[in-house]
């Protein structure tokens, strides 16, 4: 094959060869280590709060109910409080994006692949059922088309079938 540049070619073009490892606990221990390191960080700016709200000096005594004095403390000796905010602030913004939405998403993805499956098992059992029970034909052609759109709905929904191919299922 030779090098990554032709690799990753031959992989963009025949997409059903391309086989990535995930590293998943790699990525989990990362996460863990993150979390820990901001429970760490809102420890400390839980003690600098304490400490404020119950200082003698009015301005940090302040910080507990106004932001902006919170804010402009950081441009004088009084802010800590502000420096750890922020601190733990570009922490959490790396910890929300570097990897929980993706595993939260993979979730989401195998519960809908679990009931897409469901469906797809139980929908032509439950429509022969139902219409078993149903005696008059015009109700029956009801039963059937409301059926045929619940399934169409279904596809589109659940699956990534252009519309030809759900047309072309939902005759079927």
């Known amino acids: 094959m030779g090098d990554y540049t032709k690799l990753a070619s031959m992989m963009a073009t025949h997409s059903e060869v391309a086989i990535l490892r995930r590293f998943d606990a790699l990525n989990l221990k990362r996460l863990l280590y993150m979390q820990a390191e901001l429970v760490h960080l809102e420890v400390g700016l839980r003690k600098i709060e304490e400490e404020n709200k ?7 005594a302040s910080f507990a109910y106004s932001v902006f ?3 402009e403390s950081v441009y004088t000796d009084k802010g800590r409080q502000w420096k750890k905010f922020q601190e733990v602030q570009e922490k959490v913004q790396a910890y929300k994006w570097d990897g929980v939405w993706d595993y939260r998403i993979e979730k989401l993805e195998k519960i809908a692949n679990a009931i897409s499956t469901l469906l797809a098992a139980l929908l ?3 429509s022969v059922l139902i219409l078993y029970f149903v005696t008059k034909p015009v109700s029956k052609l009801i039963t059937i088309s409301l ?3 619940f399934f169409s709905l279904i596809l589109t929904t659940v699956s990534a079938a252009s519309r030809v191919e759900v047309f072309t299922a939902t005759m079927a």
Do not use: Q, R, Y
Request: charged letters at 25%.
């Open 54 to 60: 119950n200082s003698t000096d009015p301005a940090e």
């Open 124 to 126: 032509p059992s439950i």
């Open 147 to 149: 059926f045929s759109v």
């Open 69 to 71: 004095d919170l804010k």
